[in-house]
């Protein structure tokens, strides 16, 4: 087979010492302990159980990694399609959801095919940072209940309603939860102003469950929210 039609995962082995090996080790790792976590956060505001987040991050994470067109890249999951996930488990369950999927993937393919995915360098910048924003403030408006500790019985799936079901439950907030996100935002946004390199994910992770388990904090877990979840490989559905 030409070589240009090889992927990159195959064409980097030419020249691979042990030396980029452990930089890629160390790097995987790095990765993983953010994406996964992020990944079960971004589950959770879709509307699907945590499980789903990590199961759909490893399996997209090696397929990119094995059939990917660069030997540089980080595959993990974005927040701009919380907001178009979330609608169509709503509205069409996870079968539509997994049917959606699947066309997305054509058209992918189809455009790559064709040529037509270079259109989008002519989309205007400015659409392109509003429909940023917008996202950005539909994904906030979903995580509001959970940085507050606001008791709800559920979330409308529309921006309107989720405003109005928000400030009628204004005053259910949980205080040891509000400071819990507070001192997690200080870290994330702390560790950058010291040092990019510096992982405030990660450090946030690990210091906010100590706190929360060392202190007995009355605030949700993943546990006490969805339940346990499973070990192992996704059970065939009976």
């Given at each position: 087979m030409a070589e240009p039609f090889l992927p990159k995962s195959v064409q980097c082995l030419r020249g691979y010492s042990a030396r980029t090996l452990v930089a890629d080790v160390v790097a995987g790792i790095t990765v993983g302990l953010v994406a996964l976590p992020l990944a079960m956060a971004f589950a959770m505001a879709s509307g699907v159980?945590?499980?789903?987040?990590?199961?759909c991050a490893i399996v997209a994470g090696f397929l990119v990694?094995?059939?990917?067109?660069?030997?540089?890249?980080?595959?993990?999951p974005t927040g701009a399609f919380v907001v178009v996930v979330a609608g169509i488990v709503t509205e069409h369950g996870l079968d539509g959801l997994f049917m959606c999927t699947l066309m997305a993937g054509v058209v992918l393919?189809?455009?790559g095919l064709t040529?037509?995915?270079?259109?989008?360098?002519?989309?205007?910048r400015p659409v392109v940072i509003g429909f940023t924003n917008g996202i950005a403030v539909l994904i906030a408006s979903t995580q509001i209940r959970d940085l507050f500790g606001l008791q709800t019985p559920g979330l409308p799936g529309e921006f309107l309603g989720r405003v109005r079901m928000l400030?009628?439950?204004?005053?259910t907030g949980s205080g040891p939860a509000t400071l819990l996100a507070i001192m997690t935002i200080a870290i994330v946004?702390?560790?950058?102003?010291v040092s990019r390199r510096i992982p405030g994910s990660i450090i946030a992770l690990v210091a906010g469950s100590?706190?929360?388990v060392a202190a007995r904090?009355?605030?949700?877990?993943?546990?006490?929210?969805?339940?346990?979840?499973?070990?192992g490989f996704p059970a065939r559905p009976h």
């Open positions: 159980p945590p499980q789903s987040g990590i199961y990694s094995l059939l990917g067109g660069s030997r540089l890249q980080v595959a993990g393919v189809l455009m040529g037509i995915g270079s259109a989008v360098k002519y989309i205007p400030a009628s439950h204004a005053g946004l702390g560790c950058r102003m100590t706190v929360a904090l009355p605030v949700d877990t993943i546990g006490s929210r969805f339940g346990t979840v499973p070990a």
